[in-house]
């Protein structure tokens, strides 16, 4: 099993620009999930999802976008990217208790 | 609304001394509670989880914590560090009847002197 699979693990945005960051997991969970991470603040979490075509927002989820097509994907969309965006973004997926963190995306954006 | 807090941010011991990460969390249901590990420019890395049951759980790399829900803390123990656990040390809590999602801490830097 490759467990959470997150690509690309580091991209360069200008601002303004749209971009996909795509997220797999193949251990047939149904909870998945997006998180950002800052300096001194954690991980806080922007979108989630309960199982595929349910989606709903976390605690920071403006300017991101989501869907769940099928139980294996939940790609996290900027719609016009923002230098507040720089962040390093994790996905997870869950089984009843345990949360698995993919590898992570470093994002900047300029 | 839930919170989590790591009231140190930077944490310094010396190799061979014991430490302790605190970690105490304000939540409306039955928590469960996880302690993750992040190297710089690495992913988390889980060191322990509490569901229910024995309220001191042990973890990997010599780790332990104890979930003390009268006083709402889940702190981390080692009796004796190594140079590689200089990390950043994240306390998260979650329950079911959130759907899973995690609320996790502001973190702990450690740094190890020798």
């Known amino acids: 099993n490759a467990g959470v699979t997150q690509t690309p693990k580091f991209q360069v945005l200008k601002t303004g620009q749209s971009m996909t960051l795509q997220c797999a997991q193949d251990?047939?969970?149904?909870?998945m999930s997006w998180y950002r991470q800052d300096p001194g603040m954690g991980l806080r979490l922007i979108h989630y999802s309960v199982g595929a075509g349910i989606t709903d927002q976390g605690e920071v989820p403006n300017g991101y976008n989501v869907s769940r097509s099928t139980t294996e994907d939940f790609p996290l969309r900027l719609l016009s990217a923002a230098p507040s965006q720089t962040s390093v973004y994790f996905c997870?997926?869950?089984?009843?208790?345990?949360?698995?963190f993919g590898p992570g995306t470093r994002l900047t954006v300029t | 609304a839930q919170s989590v807090t790591q009231p140190d941010i930077h944490i310094t011991v010396s190799e061979g001394a014991s430490l302790e990460l605190r970690c105490n969390y304000s939540y409306g249901a039955t928590p469960y509670l996880f302690w993750y590990v992040q190297s710089p420019g690495q992913g988390l890395q889980l060191l322990l989880k509490y569901f229910s049951g024995d309220t001191l759980v042990q973890g990997i790399k010599g780790f332990e914590a104890e979930f003390k829900r009268s006083q709402s803390s889940f702190n981390l123990r080692k009796p004796s560090v190594h140079w590689s656990d200089a990390a950043e040390y994240f306390c998260?809590?979650?329950?079911?009847?959130?759907?899973?999602?995690?609320?996790f801490g502001a973190g702990t830097i450690l740094r190890v002197k020798s």
């Open positions: 251990m047939n969970h149904e909870y």
């Open positions: 997870a997926s869950s089984s009843a208790y345990e949360q698995y």
């Open positions: 998260a809590v979650g329950a079911l009847e959130y759907g899973n999602k995690l609320v």
